[in-house]
């Protein structure tokens, strides 16, 4: 079973390849970013972590909205993340002051700093960090004086032109989601 473990209960390792994401439902394009930071750990001999938030970060940001439906709990997700072969689902409290932090910030005090990181395996069209400022041009630009590699996961045309995202599943699906929040997600996201 892939760990879960808090970011303040993470241990340093620098030989260490992530993705960072809420991942609330694995769709196809997850899929594919998950399998090649599987890959890149076994090909390098580091461990691999998937880096994710809670609650969902459009909670925080957009406190007022009626909330969001989630299609897995963390517990699901770390299920699904141990069939694919990741080692650690590691989860950071997002909090408004969290939200706070530039893309930099967050990649040197948190992914550099306290987890550790060789390679950053970043998904198509991927941006984080307050006003979602980060993205791979900014991982390419920090790479070098945080010694770490940038890897693009390739994505499908397909995926590229039609989705899915977490959100798209969620309008696309809602009678699959339950009032209750968190209970009865399909296994892995349907493809569309």
Not at 7 to 28: A, C, E, N, S, W
């Amino acid at each position: 079973m892939t760990e879960i473990c808090y970011i303040d209960d993470i241990i340093y390792q620098k030989d260490t390849v992530l993705t960072v994401g809420t991942f609330d439902g694995i769709h196809q394009g997850h899929l594919s970013l998950m399998k090649r930071l599987v890959q890149k750990a076994k090909q390098h001999t580091c461990r691999s972590v998937v880096v994710s938030f809670d609650p969902h970060p459009r909670s925080i940001i957009h406190a007022g909205d009626d909330g969001i439906k989630l299609l897995t709990t963390l517990e699901e997700r770390s299920r699904h993340l141990s069939e694919i072969g990741v080692d650690v689902l590691c989860v950071i409290p997002f909090t408004r002051d969290f939200s706070l932090q530039n893309s930099e910030e967050f990649v040197t005090n948190i992914l550099s700093a306290k987890i550790g990181l060789s390679y950053f395996i970043i998904g198509y069209d991927h941006h984080f960090g307050k006003n979602r400022d980060g993205n791979a041009q900014t991982l390419q630009k920090m790479a070098p004086h945080l010694n770490f590699e940038v890897c693009n996961a390739q994505v499908s045309l397909r995926l590229r032109l039609c989705g899915p995202s977490d959100k798209s599943l969620r309008e696309v699906c809602p009678h699959q989601l339950p009032n209750r929040v968190r209970r009865d997600p399909p296994q892995f996201a349907p493809r569309m």
